[in-house]
């Protein structure tokens, strides 16, 4: 992964994600979306920008562990120790949902998608904002995902009220998705 120096504004961060508001930050492999997963508001504009089903659910992404552990009662200790052994990094797993996560996120599933990203941006928006971040390709639905801020703004002109600055890590597809309980690939990597 490119080392640049982490630099925004977190106050403008947080004053955006605080009220609904949605941004584009760099993430392992793609530009991505992202919000408040708990503001119904901002992840129903999230998903009328990408044109996305509210059906398919969403990921969130964290800074570390303790950031999801609210999702992750009733896993057994073999399942935490998993996760464990692939976070932080490039591996995005599928959990049974314990209802800790709004429907607007888990659409339709009986999972909730989680990361703990070792993406150093994207790990500091968690870290700032104090909880895990909606994360999700910037693109609409159908179209390849954003690998530059240019496409970003052909995708969605002025709808993003702030562009967090950064490289792209070093995948050059999306994470690999698994299910925890069954071992099952939902995406390769």
Same mark, same amino acid.
């Given at each position: 992964m490119r080392s640049n120096p982490i630099s925004f504004d977190t106050k403008k961060l947080l004053e955006i994600l605080h009220r609904d508001g949605v941004i584009a930050y760099p993430t392992e492999a793609v530009w991505?979306?992202?919000?408040?997963? #708990?503001s119904e508001a901002a992840v129903k504009r999230v998903l =009328?920008? &990408?044109?996305? &089903?509210k059906e398919m659910g969403l990921i969130l992404i964290a800074k570390d562990i303790?950031?999801?552990?609210p999702f992750l009662t009733g896993l057994l200790p073999r399942e935490i120790i998993q996760l464990k052994k692939s976070w932080p990094g490039p591996q995005t797993?599928? *959990?049974? /949902? /314990?209802n800790s996560a709004p429907s607007w996120i888990t659409g339709e599933n009986k999972t909730l998608a989680l990361r703990v990203t070792n993406h150093p941006t994207a790990s500091k928006l968690?870290?700032? #904002?104090?909880?895990? +971040? *909606?994360?999700?390709?910037? /693109? !609409?639905?159908? +179209? !390849?995902p954003a690998k530059n $801020?240019?496409? $970003? =703004?052909?995708? #969605?002109? &002025?709808?993003?009220?702030y562009i967090i600055p950064g490289s792209l890590g070093e995948l050059l597809n999306p994470t690999? $998705?698994?299910h925890l309980k069954t071992g099952k690939i939902l995406r390769q990597g």
């Open positions: 991505g979306l992202g919000c408040d997963p #708990f =009328s920008m &990408k044109r996305r &089903k303790e950031q999801l552990q797993w599928l *959990v049974p /949902n /314990n968690c870290e700032i #904002f104090g909880g895990p +971040l *909606v994360s999700t390709s910037a /693109n !609409p639905h159908g +179209l !390849p $801020i240019s496409q $970003i =703004s052909t995708y #969605f002109d &002025k709808q993003i009220e690999p $998705i698994k």
